[in-house]
């Protein structure tokens, strides 16, 4: 059988893809991606470093995109290993269970298959675990391609205890759903000193500081911004100073929010 290969891509910084990375995408017979116009950009930018890499690999729209079923994107990737292109395959949350048969029938047939993500380690608050899970039931392989990843990024240049850390994702969208799973965190830090870390979204980023300060009060918290890109930002105040800036300025960008039980 196959192997899925689950491969860490740059958060920001495309040379931040690792050596080991640049292998998988440049051998691989099938990239399950969110995005295939995303990772086509970053196959472009495998194709241009100076490094060894497979001689054939292509870009622009010589990149296979299959949105086929499972035999003809079978026969795509026999016609595309004879050209030496990978074949993109969408995979995102809409459609991820429509496509992990595809998937699993690949890998069946001995064909190997990356998973990425736009951006970061897949799985983490991306889809497909249950493609791993599929995978793992189904006795095929599942190996790690380790790299980028925003929560460990975001956690080493904060400043705050890196012994212990929850990374809670993105809260729930319901206002009720969010206090109680923020209480719930209240009571966590009650028994173990704890980095709490979470993702939030650009247009939500003001009620949740809000929200954090009505439950765990004025304590100082970690903003960090577009991680590794041109305008990233790391803040370290308190809630009520961070809530000051961004109220001034529209945030933008990609956010990641951290605080400790000692505050």
Do not use: W
């Amino acid at each position: 059988m196959g192997t899925l290969y689950i491969v860490a891509t740059p958060i920001g910084n495309l040379n931040d893809l690792s050596l080991r990375a640049i292998e998988i995408l440049t051998k691989i017979e099938i990239i399950a991606c969110e995005d295939t116009r995303h990772t086509g950009i970053l196959l472009r930018h495998v194709q241009n470093l100076r490094l060894p890499r497979h001689p054939e690999l292509v870009s622009g729209s010589q990149f296979a995109v299959s949105e086929a079923s499972s035999p003809e994107m079978l026969k795509q990737v026999q016609h595309d290993k004879k050209n030496t292109k990978p074949t993109l395959l969408s995979c995102y949350e809409q459609n991820e269970t429509q496509r992990i048969p595809q998937i699993l029938n690949a890998l069946h047939n001995g064909v190997d298959v990356a998973l990425v993500s736009d951006a970061g380690t897949p799985t983490i608050s991306d889809p497909g675990f249950k493609l791993v899970r599929g995978c793992i039931s189904q006795g095929i392989k599942v190996e790690s391609i380790p790299g980028p990843s925003s929560v460990t990024s975001a956690l080493v240049v904060s400043g705050l205890p890196t012994d212990k850390f929850l990374f809670i994702g993105y809260l729930p969208k319901k206002g009720g759903h969010r206090k109680k799973l923020l209480q719930n965190l209240t009571l966590i830090q009650r028994s173990i000193k704890v980095t709490i870390i979470m993702f939030e979204a650009k247009h939500r980023l003001l009620q949740t500081l809000n929200e954090l300060r009505e439950i765990f009060g004025d304590i100082h918290i970690v903003v960090a911004r577009e991680l590794t890109k041109i305008h990233e930002e790391i803040r370290r105040e308190k809630i009520s100073e961070s809530i000051a800036h961004f109220s001034k300025t529209f945030p933008k960008g990609e956010f990641v929010l951290l605080f400790h039980s000692t505050n």
